[in-house]
């Protein structure tokens, strides 16, 4: 799988309790300096097990 920049990421928490838990997580993953990001709390995901949903933005270089 290719890894190509990422612009920016939508993070939908189904209970906002998990937010320090994920933000935790993903600053291991993207560190101090990572893209652009919006963290939105809603009522449910798609399935009911989901309680995160990550959306990611990349950019494929030319």
Known sequence: MARWPISST???????????????EYNKWFGP???????VGVSQLPHPD???????VARRPD
Do not use: C, H, Q
């Open 33 to 39: 300096d990572g893209p652009a990001r919006t963290t």
């Open 50 to 56: 989901m309680v995160i949903e990550l959306k990611v």
């Open 10 to 24: 939508s993070i939908f928490v189904t209970d906002m309790a998990y937010y320090p838990a994920m933000n935790g």
